[in-house]
């Protein structure tokens, strides 16, 4: 079974602190995704990565940046947290681009 | 602009009666259409994937197909823990970012 894990279920921050969100997967995958999840705008993606070291933007990638030094891992940085950064985060995985993603369970976060 | 329609908004069944629900979508070309089950405070679920126009796929009470230009997810005698909301995603030709409609919100009463 493909694994993805998130490094916290919730997370409480305030306005203007660095926040990172952390990613794994176990199944060797190429591909990782960071996702928000908002009422009312479904998923939206923030960044992908196609490769260690590699990164594209997403639909909504401002005020956000990633990092991927190992297969394995995919972090999402907030430099500068926000209150519109108030969300849900999802990670996902997949194999190949054009394959199934497998998502995490999630962060809730909340910007004070 | 490729877009993903999902509809009902939500839907509300009593256990044992069964409904379909729809995923619309209209892309430059399909790569793939995947559904997934959320369920509150978690992440979405793995359930299908669909490649072609005329296939279809079943895992116990559910069953997806796939037209030209929609899905759908049959529920077949519906139980409360089948209670989630369904999302809809498609794969396109040329990207590698899945578009995902908003969702229907599914409850089955006892």
């Known amino acids: 079974d493909v694994k993805v894990t998130q490094s916290s279920r919730y997370l409480v921050k305030r306005t203007g602190e660095k926040v990172f969100l952390e990613c794994v997967q176990d199944?060797?995958?190429?591909?990782m995704f960071w996702y928000r999840q908002d009422p009312g705008l479904g998923l939206r993606l923030i960044y992908f990565?196609?490769?260690?070291?590699?990164?594209e933007k997403g639909d909504i990638p401002e005020g956000y940046s990633v990092s991927r030094e190992k297969k394995e891992r995919f972090s999402l940085i907030l430099e500068s947290a926000s209150t519109n950064q108030t969300s849900m985060y999802l990670c996902a995985s997949s194999l190949q681009a054009t394959e199934t993603q497998y998502f995490g369970p999630g962060t809730r976060l909340l910007v004070l | 602009e490729d877009q993903v329609t999902q509809s009902p908004e939500a839907l509300r069944l009593q256990e044992g009666e069964s409904s379909s629900l729809n995923c619309s979508y209209t892309?430059?070309?399909?790569?793939?259409l995947f559904w997934y089950r959320q369920d509150p405070g978690k992440g979405p679920e793995f359930l299908f994937t669909?490649?072609?126009a005329g296939e279809e796929k079943e895992k116990e009470r559910l069953k997806a197909t796939l037209t030209k230009k929609e899905s759908f997810l049959h529920i077949t005698a519906p139980k409360p823990e089948d209670s989630a909301t369904y999302l809809c995603?498609?794969?396109?030709?040329?990207?590698?970012?899945?578009?995902f409609g908003q969702g229907t919100r599914l409850t089955i009463n006892p």
């Open positions: 990565s196609y490769d260690v070291k590699m990164k």
């Open positions: 199944m060797d995958h190429e591909n």
């Open positions: 995603a498609v794969l396109t030709q040329g990207a590698q970012k899945l578009v």
């Open positions: 892309v430059s070309g399909l790569r793939g």
């Open positions: 669909l490649y072609s």
